[in-house]
């Protein structure tokens, strides 16, 4: 069984990242969202390991202590976590797996598992990005021009990532992504079985 | 000006290299083959440049001694060579260069280029792989074996390249070789001026 990819999306806020990764999802039905971890009481009809991996505190704060989680924040009184752990044995199931990720804890990411495949967003424009945000509506002149400097202070991150990709439009950014994920997975590194020679080079798995 | 992409494509002899590389250059018009320098005379008709770089003896010699060619041969009384200058000119200029080679050859532009990216092809399975070359009707039982051995001797030098591609079509393997290009014109390390703030990310050069 060949170990899925791991594709780590992220973006300074507004570069459209959320809207990305859903068409991903859409379009590419061989590529399964990463589930969170959480405390919170499963809703009806929520299943665990598919909406969530529905955990209690104690099972939580031993995943903490045990660096199962990626990442992790209390919202509301409730957990909520990306759990590496999960993320490893669907990997080495050979499932693909996305993952959408603010832009430090992508890099967080990245030094547990250096062989993911890291995509950085951009938008076309910083004039568009504050386009962006202020389409929101919810930004006051002195909480926009905050947000424009963090989303500065951002991008620059994003030259620690593998991929660069500007988001002009949503079908634009996906199409690059497709080539990327494409590629990633033509890497002689990925494909050590072809060179095998059981004979046949188009089926070896 | 962006630095154009060396792209090297080899793959063992009977893979089908030269047709898909051709159907690179029709597909792709922004990509050039590399051209080749040789001591043998223009043809009426054949440009200094664009058929071949036409060279004295001396000349060649001197390029030769100045470490000019990638590699070299002498053929029927004519030298004929690659010479990474004029690849490494052009490359400067923006130009993106194909670069159609034998195997060993691929490994010893990688040392000089390593920033260049490897394309290794390879046949769908070792029976098809028989079937063209005994399609070429040019073979004894013992030619074809030999071959045959060959092919799987340089299929392991396949692992030293970035890349796999399983040429079971022109048209698929053409269109894989697409996404690797499009995939590696979007890394980081050859986008560096995105990152300069100049604030309009799609257009900066």
Redesign the interface.
Known sequence: MKRGLLIVVSGASGTGKGTVCKKILDDLPGIAYSVSATTRAPRPGEIDGKEYYFLSREDFKAWIAEEKFLEFAEVYGNFYGTPLNKIEERLNRGEDILLEIDVQGALNVKKKCPEGVYI?L??????ELKRRIEGRGTETPESLSRRLANA?AE??I?????????N?TVDNAVA?I???L???R???AR??D??N?K????NET
């Open positions: 950085f951009l938008p076309p424009s910083l004039e500065v991008i620059k994003g030259l620690e990532y593998d991929y660069v990709v500007v002009d690059q497709k080539s990327i494409t590629a990633e033509l890497k002689v494909n050590f072809k060179f020679f004979g046949d080079f188009l």
